[in-house]
C-alpha cells in the first residue's frame, strides 16, 4: 500500500505557473503508473495527466496539452506536474493517483486507480 501527499497548490493570476508535487510513502512510486486528476466545484473528477513507471510514456488530456507536464523521479518517490499558461477554468482540487494494475499509461477513469491522495487546491485569478 502506498499513500500519497499532494503540495504545491495555491492561488495564481491567469497566464501564471505552478507546480505540484505528490510524495509516495510506503512502498516506491516506481511500483505505479502515476496519474494526476482534478476536480471543479460541482463537476465531477477528470483526468489530466498520466506517466509510466519509467517515466518514458506521458498522456493528457486534451485541455492541458502543451500547457501542463508530468514527470517523477523515482529515486525521490516524488512525482510532479508542472502547470504553465493556466487559465481560471484550471481552477480545481488536484488529486494524485497511483495505478497498480495497468502496466502502461492511458487508464483515465477514476476507478482505475488504486490509490488516492488528499489533494491540492489550485485556484487561477483573471
Known amino acids: 500500500q502506498v499513500q500519497l501527499v499532494e503540495s504545491g497548490g495555491g492561488l495564481v493570476q491567469a497566464g501564471g505557473s505552478l507546480r505540484l508535487s505528490c510524495v509516495a510513502s510506503?512502498?516506491?512510486?516506481?511500483?505505479?503508473?502515476m496519474d494526476w486528476f482534478r476536480q471543479a466545484p460541482g463537476k465531477e473528477r477528470e483526468f489530466v495527466a498520466g506517466?509510466?513507471?519509467?517515466?518514458?510514456?506521458?498522456d493528457y488530456a486534451d485541455s492541458v496539452k502543451g500547457r501542463f507536464t508530468v514527470s517523477r523521479d523515482n529515486a525521490k518517490n516524488t512525482v510532479y506536474l508542472q502547470m504553465n499558461s493556466l487559465k481560471p477554468e484550471d481552477t480545481a482540487v488536484y488529486y494524485c493517483?497511483?495505478?497498480?494494475?495497468?502496466?502502461?499509461?492511458?487508464?483515465?477513469?477514476?476507478?482505475?486507480?488504486?490509490?488516492w491522495g488528499k489533494g491540492t487546491l489550485v485556484t487561477v485569478s483573471l
Open positions: 493517483a497511483a495505478d497498480q494494475t495497468h502496466l502502461a499509461i492511458g487508464a483515465r477513469d477514476p476507478s482505475d486507480m488504486d490509490y
Open positions: 510506503g512502498r516506491t512510486v516506481s511500483s505505479y503508473t
Open positions: 506517466i509510466s513507471r519509467s517515466g518514458l510514456g506521458t
